[in-house]
């Protein structure tokens, strides 16, 4: 049995964002994700200086299936 499209899409999303913030807190960040799902971002970021909104993204290489999780921290 497979999941519908828009299923399909919240899925990669969930997952894109939790190697995300696993990547974050690998580096010592505080996460938050915001409980409802309903807000202009996914995480929020404690750098000890401030709090920053963040909002993650799935992209794919034209043609592939497989998505590819870059980030980049500064």
Not at 6 to 32: C, Y
């Amino acid at each position: 049995m497979s999941m519908n499209t828009g299923r399909q899409h919240q899925h990669r999303g969930r997952t894109t964002e939790a190697v995300v913030v696993a990547a974050l807190l690998e580096r010592g960040f505080g996460v938050s994700v915001p409980p409802y799902g309903n807000e202009r971002y996914d995480l929020v970021l404690d750098t000890e200086d401030e709090l920053e909104r963040v909002q993650v993204k799935t992209a794919y290489e034209h043609g592939e299936t497989e998505a590819t999780v870059v980030a980049e921290f500064q």
